[in-house]
């Protein structure tokens, strides 16, 4: 961080560069859809994404000033 970055700066820095991590991450898991590379069930879909929506309103639900609970996510 450049020492005259400002708050605004910083933020614009940071939310673009985990935005597009976390844009990246989605696509690779896109990739696990391949029924011929791998096997999967409907509920596995349904739990993952289910986590998947959870944890998408619970960072908005900061940003709005409301507390959440961190949660690790397993398929077992």
């Known amino acids: ?3 005259n970055e400002s708050k605004r ?3 614009v820095r940071l939310a673009e560069a ?3 991590k ?3 991450m989605m696509r690779l898991l896109g990739n696990c859809s391949s029924k011929s590379n791998y ?3 409907d509920a596995d879909i349904k739990k993952i994404f289910g986590t998947l929506e959870k ?3 619970n960072a ?3 940003f709005l000033g409301i507390d959440t ?4 996510f397993t398929l077992r």
């Open 18 to 20: 985990r935005t597009n």
């Open 9 to 11: 700066d910083r933020f």
């Open 55 to 57: 944890e998408l309103k």
């Open 69 to 72: 609970q961190e949660e690790k």
């Open 1 to 3: 961080m450049a020492q």
């Open 39 to 41: 096997e999967y069930t």
């Open 22 to 24: 976390i844009l990246e």
């Open 60 to 62: 908005k639900n900061r």
